[in-house]
T-cell receptor, first 112, second 109 residues
Framework: DVKVTQSSRYLVKRTGEKVFLECVQDMDHENMFWYRQDPGLGLRLIYF???????EKGDIPEGYSVSREKKERFSLILESASTNQTSMYLCASSPGFLVPQYFGPGTRLLVL | DAKTTQPTSMDCAEGRAANLPCNHS???????VYWYRQIHSQGPQYIIH???NNETNEMASLIITEDRKSSTLILPHATLRDTAVYYCIVSSNDYKLSFGAGTTVTVRA
């Protein structure tokens, strides 16, 4: 079974803090993705990566950066957290394109 | 990517088949139909996908009409654990999966 794990299920941070969300997959997948999910807005793609050290902006990259130093790990960084970044963050991986994505359990982030 | 239309919600009885419809009348020839579901407070889970032919796996069956303008996801024997939001997505790009509002399926004992 594909396993995608995320470092925390719940996180509380203060405005202005730097926040790291970690995602690890154990299936040697090429592609990894970060989404956020908000009520009424569905899932929105923040960034994705198709190879180590490669990244592409998704639909809402502003206020976020990412890092992929190793194939299995994809990090999402909030440089200076703001209250409008309170959300559920979901990481996914896939072995290529036009194939399914496998999601982690999500991190519910609250920024105060 | 083509837009999809799904009912907002549906109920089904435990042990019975659940048939979830999806309309995608503007689908183009290279777009796949994907189904995912999301159980409360968890990440989405892939169920099945197809291009033209009907597909079946251990979780569900996918029936795509001949003109590809609609499809139906069938859960053959619904259980309480199948209660979830089900998303029908049409995409020609793996990284452009647009999750809409989906169908909230409630399985009742």
């Amino acid at each position: 079974d594909v396993k995608v794990t995320q470092s925390s299920r719940y996180l509380v941070k203060r405005t202005g803090e730097k926040v790291f969300l970690e995602c690890v997959q154990d299936m040697d997948h090429e592609n990894m993705f970060w989404y956020r999910q908000d009520p009424g807005l569905g899932l929105r793609l923040i960034y994705f990566s198709y190879d180590v050290k490669m990244k592409e902006k998704g639909d809402i990259p502003e206020g976020y950066s990412v890092s992929r130093e190793k194939k299995e790990r994809f990090s999402l960084i909030l440089e200076s957290a703001s209250t409008n970044q309170t959300s559920m963050y979901l990481c996914a991986s896939s072995p290529g394109f036009l194939v399914p994505q496998y999601f982690g359990p999500g991190t519910r982030l609250l920024v105060l | 990517d083509a837009k999809t239309t799904q009912p907002t919600s549906m109920d089904c009885a435990e042990g019975r088949a659940a048939n979830l419809p999806c309309n995608h009348s503007t689908i183009s020839g290279n777009e796949y139909v994907y189904w995912y579901r999301q159980i409360h407070s968890q990440g989405p889970q892939y169920i099945i996908h197809g291009l033209k032919n009907n597909e079946t796996n251990e979780m569900a069956s996918l029936i795509i009409t001949e003109d590809r303008k609609s499809s139906t996801l069938i859960l053959p024997h619904a259980t309480l654990r199948d209660t979830a939001v089900y998303y029908c997505i049409v995409s020609s790009n793996d990284y452009k999966l647009s999750f809409g509002a989906g169908t909230t399926v409630t399985v009742r004992a």
